[in-house]
């Protein structure tokens, strides 16, 4: 922030002139770096995100059958597979991260009361807790053989758990 | 295409003189970035909740998913994943011109790059995905 002066008393405001060759002062970092790294985050995720969710996109709307195929055997013959459930995991935590670190900017933006800003908050952070576990719950311990009929290989063997 | 900053005679005082950002590209990209991202902010909330519900039981899965295989669904499907493609593009952009040094040299032809891909990759989208959905 600059400040002003009204240096000839003229009415007309003018950014104040420092004395030359006075050193710049850097206002003091006030906590951390904490926003530059949300930046850097939104970034680097969103390049990661782009290649997961095309690939997701891809193989559950493109490929095959498309919309059409998915159905809780499509799912199981997806998670018994450790390459998917590794793909749907950390695809999981980035999107919800980026996410809400995309909407807090948002919150920030808009609500101008302090209490506003704080409740909605308090929401995206709640709402980011429930998917983040339970998404990570029902990848951990899903189980693809859940279906007595189900033909998958990792069920037939019996010596699925 | 008039871009100066420097109002001339011609345009006269009222004319305002900070319009290279604001009603043009890089400002409509930025609105249409934010509600893209929100849209998907809230669609990932719902299909993490529907999803979850594998873990019910089959038929639980089957009767939710089932719900959204009409029409309207479809539609309101391919929609999402425009909001998903335009995004990711968009951010792809953005990412450019904040780390390639010759990246706000080019945003405008950065933007317009993003809406031929965008095109180019949702046309056959939208023709393979409305055939599964209005076809079987
Ligand atoms: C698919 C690949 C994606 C890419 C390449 C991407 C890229 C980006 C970038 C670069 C930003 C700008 C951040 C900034 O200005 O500091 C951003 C913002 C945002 N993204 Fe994404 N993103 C992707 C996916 C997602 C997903 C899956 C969601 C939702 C869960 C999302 C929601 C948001 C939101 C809400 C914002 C904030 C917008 C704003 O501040 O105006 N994005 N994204």
Sequence with gaps: MSSSTDTQGTGAYAPALESPRSPYRRGKPTRSNWELHGWLFMRM?????????????????????????????FVAG??????????????????????????????????????????????LYTATLVVLVLGTLVIFTFDPCMDPASTLEVCRTGSAG | ?????????????????????????????????????????????????DTATVRISPEAYDAVIGQYKNPVMGVGELGLVGAVVFHALNGIRIILVDFWSKGTQHQRKLFWGVVVLFTLMMVPFAIRHLTFVFGH
């Design chain 2, 1 to 49: 295409m008039a871009t100066s900053l420097t109002p001339t005679a011609k345009d006269g005082p009222k004319r305002p003189v900070g319009t290279l950002y604001r009603g043009r590209e890089g400002m409509w990209s930025w609105v249409a970035h934010r509600i893209s991202g929100v849209a998907i902010f809230f669609f990932l909330f719902v299909h993490v909740l």
């Design chain 1, 78 to 123: 997806k998670w018994s597979s450790p390459f998917w459930q590794t793909w749907d995991l950390i695809m999981l935590w980035l999107a919800q991260l980026h996410g809400t670190n995309g909407v807090r900017t948002i919150i920030n933006d808009y609500a101008e009361r302090d209490a506003t800003r704080f409740w909605l908050k308090m929401a």
């Design chain 1, 45 to 73: 995720s969103g390049v990661l995100l782009l290649v997961m969710v095309f690939g997701h996109l891809w193989v559950n709307m493109v490929a095959g059958e498309g919309i059409n195929q998915v159905d809780w055997s």
